[in-house]
């Protein structure tokens, strides 16, 4: 079946600029994460959906990221007035129901602000 | 101390060598363990999941637990140069009040033919 889907694959941005970035999940699955990847570091954890909604926001960096979810599907993430510290591959995740359960990556968006 | 830790490496082994990859994590009532793949450019793949104390089989793949020292492996069987990649363990916690999953930074592995 298909996997997760992220859109866009690639995005440059000016810094000041907002961006959206969207995740489309595996078919089924109620809980959907984001991770942000810088290069060369680990996985930062962002935020968590459960359905549409976001038991856990603790990963937000600062309040210029908001992510919203609708219909218990798709996904978008939105970085408002980009900082080049933003700069990072951003990876989204689904899982049947909560952390318990295997998460799949999809291919992520690489995110870069000049 | 880390919640989630792991050597970076490298760790270089000879193909066809058993490649072992460790991890520990800090929350004593951690409950899963997942191993995920990263080849260089792209995301994190899912190779291994454990839940109980022992050993988990899955072709050339063994993944090993052992809750009372925290710790988790991976070891990899007729390691080939395709398994050159970097290994991330990760592990539910709920230190932050919230069950979430947390990686390591993982471990580079690299395969020479």
């Known amino acids: 079946g298909a996997g997760v889907s992220q859109s866009p694959s690639n995005k440059v941005t000016e810094k000041g600029k907002d961006v959206e970035l969207r995740c489309d999940p595996i078919s089924g699955h109620t809980a959907l994460y984001w991770y942000r990847q810088s290069l060369g570091q680990g996985l930062e954890f962002l935020i968590y959906?459960?359905?549409?909604?976001?038991?856990?926001k603790s990963g937000l960096p600062s309040d210029r990221f908001s992510a919203e979810r609708t219909g218990g599907s798709v996904s978008t993430l939105t970085i408002q007035r980009t900082q080049q510290e933003d700069s990072a591959v951003y990876l989204c995740a689904s899982s049947l129901s909560g952390v318990s359960y295997e998460q799949y990556f999809g291919p992520g968006t690489r995110l870069t602000v000049t | 101390q880390k919640e989630v830790e792991q050597n970076s490496g490298p760790l270089s082994v000879p193909e066809g060598a058993i490649a072992s990859l460790n991890c520990t994590y800090s929350d004593r009532v951690s409950q899963s363990f997942f191993w995920y793949r990263q080849y260089s450019g792209k995301s994190p793949e899912l190779i291994m999941s454990?839940?109980?104390?022992g050993d988990k089989e899955d072709g050339r793949f063994t993944a090993q637990l052992n809750k009372a020292s925290q710790y988790v492996s991976l070891l990899i069987r007729d390691s080939q140069p395709s398994d050159s990649a970097t290994y991330l363990c990760?592990?539910?916690?709920?230190?932050?009040?919230?069950?979430?999953?947390?990686f390591g930074t993982g471990t580079r592995l690299l395969v020479s033919p």
């Open positions: 990760a592990v539910s916690t709920m230190n932050t009040g919230f069950q979430k999953l947390v």
């Open positions: 959906f459960q359905g549409n909604s976001a038991p856990d």
């Open positions: 454990i839940y109980s104390n």
